[in-house]
């Protein structure tokens, strides 16, 4: 579903009982000139640590779509295409929140890996 909201043009209501409290806006288009620092901000590279790719370099919503999260630079990041679509959208990872802009690191969302035995 993330993935599925990460690139596609869907409206969230956040209702309370019978009303709603909140939505998010229909744009699902980064602008031009936010894609464009995104991009020179983080390098034209991914912002993960130790990652040097720069091939299918593409915006990440910091804090998804469906909960709300909104165009802002500071809700961006440049992920390369493994970054964003094997290790978040797939396997579930997460981007540390306290890790900083240009060195950013993958946890699990409960800090370990999944039990593979």
């Known amino acids: 579903m993330g993935e599925i909201l990460c690139g ?3 409206r969230v209501i956040n209702c309370a009982e019978t009303h709603p409290i909140s939505y998010t806006d229909l ?5 031009p000139a936010i894609r464009s620092y995104v991009k020179w901000r983080d390098q034209d590279g991914c912002a993960i640590e130790g990652c ?3 091939y299918r370099v593409q915006p990440h919503h910091l804090r ?4 709300g999260g909104d ?3 500071a809700n961006l990041i440049s992920l390369c295409w ?6 978040i959208h797939q396997r579930g990872m997460i981007i540390d929140p306290e890790s900083p802009t ?7 969302p409960n800090h370990s890996p999944p039990d593979t035995s």
């Open 52 to 54: 040097r790719s720069r």
């Open 8 to 10: 596609g043009k869907v």
């Open 82 to 87: 493994y970054h964003h679509h094997v290790a």
């Open 102 to 108: 240009h060195r950013r690191k993958l946890i699990w």
């Open 64 to 67: 998804e779509r469906q909960h």
């Open 71 to 73: 165009h802002h630079p």
């Open 27 to 31: 744009s699902d288009t980064i602008p």
